[in-house]
């Protein structure tokens, strides 16, 4: 069995089963919890392309997630299934922010 890796910007992580895989763009420097995908740990990420995985896809290629506290955010660099979540609380699609207004 692998271990979970640790939290930190850069790192790239991948679901223990499915063809999800994530990039760490910000995490707590202390503290860090565990990032799940469909409620397995997330492993440091094997060389190569992933397989696609069979199904409808729950994470979105090129969205970024966030936790609830805006604490750990991630950036999704192969979609598949599977739900990601912190700390054991599932993580929501980071809102864009809105562009200023032109006159």
Do not use: F, H, W
């Not at 979105?60 to 598949?80: I, M, N, Q």
């Amino acid at each position: 069995m692998t271990t979970p890796a640790p939290l930190r910007p850069g790192v790239q992580l991948a679901a223990a089963e499915g063809s999800t895989r994530v990039v760490v763009v910000r995490a707590p420097a202390e503290n860090a919890q565990e990032l799940t995908c469909g409620g397995a740990p997330m492993i440091p990420a094997p060389a190569g392309r992933p397989e696609p995985s069979a199904g409808d896809a729950v994470t979105v290629l090129g969205k970024r997630y966030v936790d609830a506290d805006d604490t750990v955010e991630v950036l999704c660099t192969s979609s598949g299934p599977g739900e990601l979540g912190y700390g054991g609380i599932p993580m929501t699609l980071k809102a864009a922010k809105p562009l200023p207004a032109s006159d």
